[in-house]
């Protein structure tokens, strides 16, 4: 779980890890943010007419509920805890790789199929309204006949809207359809929650364009830098996203059933938005940096003006006066009578010369 | 409908949306503008000799043209009444995916084959002469054997001139083809309109290019500014286009005749005239950015020139009028018959020689 | 026909146009600059052994030539007549699209097969020594068997040298080889010009690299950026040429023989060639640009440089002289013998003393 | 061998280089740093149950282990004696432009297949903790029936934790396996190397970034720059290790078993990652560079502003105090009585007065 | 040929041209550099056992050799009395089209196939020790049955190191096989002297790179800029070659043998790692005009620092020092005992407090 906020963003966020190279391929070894939030696991068991849902304290206990022709749905909050990632890779005969790779927080979004189930890593990405703050965590889905089970790293409620279709929709088409139009559903409700982060993040774009039509101070600079950052992040875990639909939608394995095509093809859109959108905003961030070093100099500009306008004034004039405050012993004006009006002459016409000629060249 | 002028352009119009994260998928949800306009439906039928236009109250009023081997084109006029488009939805048959994304006009332009009908999203771009304003909004299309039917946002007469040319020729092209060639009469318009939009922005650029070569403001800044976004959300609406015209061309669907081929391939060349020339503007709308900088470094430039031989010039002769202004007793310069001329002279040679040596330098 | 001279090259030029939106496809309105120059139709007939050259008051006088298994090379000067467009069409049974096509001057460039015939639109650029300026135009070419249509805007020679070839060469390739190899012809004609003018852009690139080097002033700014507007146009218009150029190369239309194959292979590479030195051209005035912004940097911190010097070394001169150009009454100094002298040691020994430290930092 | 710090980083590792061009293809010439290090040669032999290792004083004392069915790892260190390449490329009959390729540490990434071995040459990349350098060295592989053969440039332990997994896990995964799975894992332990190193560069940014935001020096921007080119570095090192592992993947060589191929397609992801986060490391250097040239513009302004200020506001009072100065015998207001506090009055006055029009100009 | 120094670097030589556009497809006219060097042919002919070398007369003394089953190797230096390859034409039966690019040495690399022949196009570049310089120069090259013939611009050695292979190495590889690894072992010499080149200009940047550190002038500046063209006008020249390589590596030509394809692959690598090198010098140079201009930037900042500096603490005392230069009568401070001491007092405190607050502001 990483917050996306410009002041906490780290560059550590954007380093993929690997177990220690020294441990051999297959190892399951957390990596990731220390987490000390306790495991939890919950399951959902449907078809079009019964549900169960329990909070399990092992995994043993949804054995029953594994081979009875109804879609389970496991649930694992935390994948710290690598005890119950490799009970899953026993019970539900998981390829050492994934199991690996279900403990490794730091993956690419990606989509692996093997023979009796699909295996999808996916970034979820979500705005916190009490906090203000953006999150990021990993989804990792094993899809099989009959059961989906999914791995997340923190206990939040993205998914709940699903849950709740599920629990009361008796009859409606996520209780008629399998495991594959499940593993939609929770794609597609993921897909739908980088939306809002993009319009949190549309929001802020918005802002900073009018602070910086008003004001470009050094602070807008920094928060257009950290906003250039954070979409840098967004587009590295939403690019792959694009390929993982695709590859499921153009799936034939025997999990993913036809009729789920023109599902996955609707998600498929919609990541294509998400990517788009992401590219146009940094499109519009590096637009709003032209725009601010050229108001920067524009500014620069008038510091100039006024500079150069008072020192070519006033040092002409402070010359003028220097003159006569010279000390010679045979200097004829200091003599005159009207030596001192011809002076204030003199230097006012100079004065108004000057401004008529700035007004002209459009300095002033 | 959004307006694309420079001042009134948000970033919300860039940000695609989805139903409630929560709903299910499928759910048909108005996403859009508030709406307050009336619902409108009108129809024509016809064939090569008859011809039948109303303005229906309800859907139902349209079932006896359906069947009757006449193309019969269904126009919505506003999207937010879902009502209408669950009745098309059952009477039609469409799937609710699609019914979603009629409902939503914040799609991706795309297109989509279903096996009784295609369902195509497009976005429509028009310039209102008497507001000076460009508009840009959604219009869904259903075509199927004998009948399209097409959602807009609002009440404009973009396809006026096609009704027209239905009603009239008698005979005429339209007339004789079916529903693909009329599917293809529609976008051929609408991409049509695009060309008035860039004329628009073309005379934009060309006045821009004008001002910036005689005086550089921060308006004018600004202005380049909300240009280049104007063509990043212009430039968003139209690339996808071209997949969906192309994929509509090669598509082996019943609905596609052989014959409209050759019309397809045509607005198909239109479509990629106006992305290159959206790539074309934004190019040029990139080089008046840096040609806006070079001018500003050069008028900096200028205004430094200057201040710098105000101040070359007299702060020197402002220091040796100060020499002379020194009250030592014993300055044996003071009391020489001569200094004062002599000063004057020596003051007038230094000024000739930094001229001279200015103008050597080119900053004269 | 475009001018493409700095001053005159304006944005209306870059853009396509398409015929009234409200006007049904196909159908045949000119659109272009105005144009009075009268239509000429000039016809060429040839084979190996006989030749006929003919200037034509109508169309009908070039029927006997049509079948007679020679090949009948037709020109029409000026497209804004489209009587003559549309007699075209109902002898050689053309699409109306196509009709429509050549009365469009702001065609991208495209090939489209039809059963009988062939129909090309290429864009023609030549350089009139007289003038010294560069115009383009459009060409469209409709190649059938034993018949080649072309329009051309405007009366020029660009295509001379080629009738010249067909009339004297007796025997020579042309005349032993049919309509396909006259069209390869043309397109070599029209490519290998876009050569003279790329020759008359690298002169003005050599010219303005020179100058720049010389002298940055802002007329150079105006011109190396009109040199990069011109650019984006001839790129727009020689970039779909390729593509033209290689469809007819792996074209298996009857009308092309496959002995024709090397030679389009031929004038494949030569618009490669073109297509590439443009973009070279782009990347050079592009590193010009910088070139000049960096000079232009550079000359402001030689002038930033002269100032501070003089800044730096007279105002605490100014501020020396002014101390003892105080009237206290009580300034000791004032009344010994050798303040004066002493007074200019201590300036001079300033002034020696800030030149050194100057000359150390390397700004003198 | 090559360091890969900042100031040590040349531009001669970056050129690739091939034998004298006058020698003849295949010559097995030693082209890299000069080495005095003694060549090593490690062997080890295992299967399920059986394991040996040795350091061997020849070539030929391996012979026995090559055909014995067991797994035989050749590890040479030292590519500098092309002496033992040769003896390699006889032993096991290898195509001269392998030789020569190995003998060559200035290779590309890339892999070729034979009809009895594959060779495979990959880029090394590791920190040393204790020097806090980066190195990168070239390894080539030889994979055979039964055997591998592994040439490095330094004897360092990147591939150590491999070496003791083998020894150790009697019966673990690679013991079962053969020469194609020990391909993968010494492939593997060097992806998962380039990680630690991309770690020490991104907290390199990190460190830039912080330091950046407080004070922007010189040094600093020779840092983000010296940093960029070690990102061009590494870039071109493990862009082209992407199409090797794929290579593989995709490979039909006989050597290749197809259970091997779910391990490759892991250590695949892995080199994307890499690839992914050198792209992304490169973007945040150059918003580094932004950022730096925009701090050091804002910098300017602030200078500029206090400049302004002090001329400002310092230039006309001392034009005041001049006027006074003067010696001019009919000055009127010498002689009054209340000038001295008159002229105290205007002068601060004229100061608050600036001082307010500056402050609503924000320039103050 | 062309020098590719800074200085004589012209825009010319990137000019493609081609023969006057109103001449005949196919005719042969030289065009390039005026040349009066003597035309020479210089003939080696050579199978395992046997080798004979000649400088002929004329190409007639070659027909013995032709047929014999040995291979033969005619070059020619100087192509442009087109006489010669006229004979060459019509002696070996070659296309017109082929003779007329052998004659036009502004030639884009290209490889053809003819039933007989292979025609290839490369561009060969050396560097000249003694003076220097880098020269550019096309060589094509026709591969038969049983010959060769090669076409270069001038007299140089490039291939001498070749042609000393053959002589001396009976029995060697290049001895045992056909024309097609003659055409290999002429492009893996001249592939081989872009890397000396390259060595050259890595030298250059390395240089520059150094120099930039410690002085950044105007000429630095042009050198950058020059070293940039230098670098489009490598790629324009070795990126065809790519496409080269690869067309004749997968070409299923009779006179290609499938020994010869590991070798072709060999040589593709070197080109790709020419390619990817001079991308690389590519970004470095940008990334030097980069630093270059921040580095400007800098120096200007500190120029701009110490005049500020002078400015703000000796224009506030000029006008202290400017107040008691006043000639008011009533100016009690004038009379006081101690005015003048307090005055310095006031003056020197306000110095020191300036500079402890620039200190602060970091501008000390």
């Given at each position: 779980?990483?917050?996306?906020?410009?002041?906490?963003?780290?560059?550590?966020?954007?380093?993929?890890?690997?177990?220690?190279?020294?441990?051999?391929?297959?190892?399951?070894?957390?990596?990731?943010?220390?987490?000390?939030?306790?495991?939890?696991?919950?399951?959902?068991?449907?078809?079009?007419?019964?549900?169960?849902e329990?909070?399990?304290?092992?995994?043993?206990e949804?054995?029953?509920?594994?081979?009875?022709?109804?879609?389970?749905?496991?649930?694992?909050?935390?994948?710290?805890?690598?005890?119950?990632?490799?009970?899953?890779?026993?019970?539900?005969?998981?390829?050492?790789?994934?199991?690996?790779?279900?403990?490794?927080?730091?993956?690419?979004p990606?989509?692996?199929?093997?023979?009796?189930?699909?295996?999808?890593?996916?970034?979820?990405?979500?705005?916190?309204?009490?906090?203000?703050?953006?999150?990021?965590?990993?989804?990792?889905?094993?899809?099989?006949?009959?059961?989906?089970?999914?791995?997340?790293?923190?206990?939040?409620?993205?998914?709940?809207?699903?849950?709740?279709?599920?629990?009361?929709?008796?009859?409606?088409?996520?209780?008629?359809?399998?495991?594959?139009?499940?593993?939609?559903?929770?794609?597609?409700?993921i897909?739908d929650?980088?939306?809002?982060?993009?319009?949190?993040i549309?929001?802020?774009?918005?802002?900073?364009?009018?602070?910086?039509?008003?004001?470009a101070?050094?602070?807008?600079?920094?928060?257009?830098?950290?906003?250039?950052?954070?979409?840098?992040?967004?587009?590295?875990?939403?690019?792959?996203?694009?390929?993982?639909?695709?590859?499921?939608?153009?799936s034939?394995?025997?999990?993913?059933?036809?009729?789920?095509?023109?599902?996955?093809?609707?998600?498929?859109?919609?990541?294509?938005?998400?990517?788009?959108?992401?590219?146009?905003?940094?499109?519009?961030?590096?637009?709003?940096l032209?725009?601010?070093?050229?108001?920067?100099?524009?500014?620069?500009?008038?510091?100039?003006?006024?500079?150069?306008?008072?020192?070519?004034?006033?040092?002409?004039?402070?010359?003028?006066?220097?003159?006569?405050?010279?000390?010679?012993?045979?200097?004829?004006?200091?003599?005159?009578?009207?030596?001192?009006?011809?002076?204030?002459?003199?230097?006012?016409?100079?004065?108004v010369?000057?401004?008529?000629?700035?007004?002209?060249?459009?300095?002033?």
């Amino acid at each position: 779980m990483t917050k996306l906020l410009l002041k906490t963003f780290g560059i550590s966020k954007l380093l993929p890890k690997t177990s220690k190279p020294a441990s051999a391929p297959g190892t399951v070894t957390y990596i990731g943010k220390k987490q000390e939030l306790p495991v939890k696991l919950h399951m959902i068991d449907y078809n079009e007419t019964d549900f169960t849902e329990k909070n399990l304290e092992s995994l043993v206990e949804c054995l029953p509920f594994k081979d009875n022709h109804t879609v389970t749905w496991l649930n694992y909050t935390g994948v710290h805890d690598i005890q119950n990632i490799n009970e899953v890779g026993e019970i539900f005969q998981i390829h050492p790789l994934v199991l690996s790779d279900i403990a490794n927080t730091t993956q690419r979004p990606k989509v692996e199929e093997y023979d009796n189930y699909i295996f999808t890593v996916i970034k979820m990405c979500y705005f916190k309204e009490n906090t203000g703050e953006v999150y990021m965590e990993q989804v990792s889905l094993l899809i099989g006949k009959d059961y989906v089970i999914s791995f997340q790293e923190n206990d939040i409620d993205v998914l709940e809207g699903l849950r709740e279709r599920i629990r009361n929709g008796k009859g409606c088409r996520v209780r008629r359809l399998g495991s594959d139009y499940l593993l939609y559903c929770i794609i597609d409700a993921i897909v739908d929650n980088y939306f809002s982060v993009l319009e949190n993040i549309g929001g802020q774009i918005e802002l900073l364009e009018k602070e910086l039509m008003l004001n470009a101070t050094q602070e807008l600079l920094a928060k257009i830098y950290g906003l250039k950052q954070e979409l840098v992040y967004l587009r590295k875990s939403i690019w792959p996203m694009r390929e993982v639909v695709s590859t499921i939608q153009r799936s034939e394995h025997d999990l993913v059933n036809e009729g789920t095509y023109v599902y996955m093809r609707d998600v498929y859109d919609h990541t294509i938005q998400v990517v788009e959108t992401v590219e146009t905003f940094r499109d519009m961030a590096s637009g709003m940096l032209d725009l601010y070093l050229s108001t920067m100099s524009n500014k620069m500009n008038e510091i100039m003006k006024v500079l150069t306008l008072f020192a070519a004034i006033f040092i002409p004039l402070t010359f003028l006066a220097g003159i006569y405050g010279m000390n010679f012993e045979f200097m004829p004006e200091l003599k005159w009578r009207f030596s001192y009006p011809v002076w204030w002459f003199i230097t006012i016409s100079l004065v108004v010369g000057m401004i008529i000629y700035f007004k002209r060249k459009k300095w002033l």
